[in-house]
Structures are given as C-alpha cells and as structure tokens.
Nanobody, 128 residues
C-alpha cells in the first residue's frame, strides 16, 4: 500500500522560504514520478512541479519558475519541495502525488493528470 505523508507547511511572510517534505512508503522515489500540486480554496488544483525519477528531469510551471525546486533523498525515500521568495498567491494546501507511469511527468500535460497516489497535504499560508 502506497502512503505519502507531507510535512513542513506553515505560516510565512512574503519573501520567506519553506521546505516541504513528502515521505513515501510502498513506493520508491527512485522510480516512477513524484509531483507536487496545490489547491487554494475556491480554486482548481494546480500542478507545481514534478520529477521523473529515472532521469531526474524536472518540470515546473511558470508561476513558480526560479522560486521553487524539487529534490529527492533516495536513502530516506523522501522528496522535497524547496520554496523561496514566497508570495501571497502561493497560499494553498500542498500535496505530493506519486505514479509509476513515467509519462505522468513530461511536457505540459502532467499538470492535468490525476496521479494514482497522493497524500493528505500540508497547508502553506503566506501572509503578513
């Protein structure tokens, strides 16, 4: 059974940074793909970044380009989302998702895919 547990969310001022963690069990972060998504109240789910684990290729969206990055720790089977220069509009519930289909992190379509497994998420609030 795949379990994904996010942590690291919280309240941060604009311009601040946070690191979110996604600890996986039943799924190796060395294979498949991991995606980070977010959803704010009243808004649609938004893909943030994904990593294709077999080659380390990363895909992101324009709204976070240059500010967010994704990395993984194979030894601890954990994927991280480093968020810098946070903005008020980054406020959302962030969750990680995993899928064994490698094409679920490619091109622009990955943002719309519903991954086979996802965690419950962690809240990120950017506010003064």
């Amino acid at each position: 059974q795949v379990q994904l547990v996010e942590s690291g969310g919280g309240l941060v001022q604009p311009g601040g940074s946070l690191i979110l963690s996604c600890a996986a069990s039943g799924f190796s972060v060395k294979f498949g793909v991991i995606g980070w998504f977010r959803q704010a109240p009243g808004k649609e789910r938004e893909g943030v970044l994904c990593i294709r684990n077999y080659d380390g290729r990363i895909y992101d969206v324009d709204s976070v380009k240059g500010r967010f990055t994704i990395s993984r720790d194979n030894a601890n089977n954990t994927v991280y989302l480093q968020m810098n220069n946070l903005k008020v509009e980054d406020t959302a519930r962030y969750y990680c998702a995993a899928d064994r289909r490698t094409y679920y992190c490619a091109g622009d379509d990955w943002r719309h895919y519903v991954y086979a497994n996802r965690g419950r998420g962690t809240q990120v609030t950017v506010s003064t």
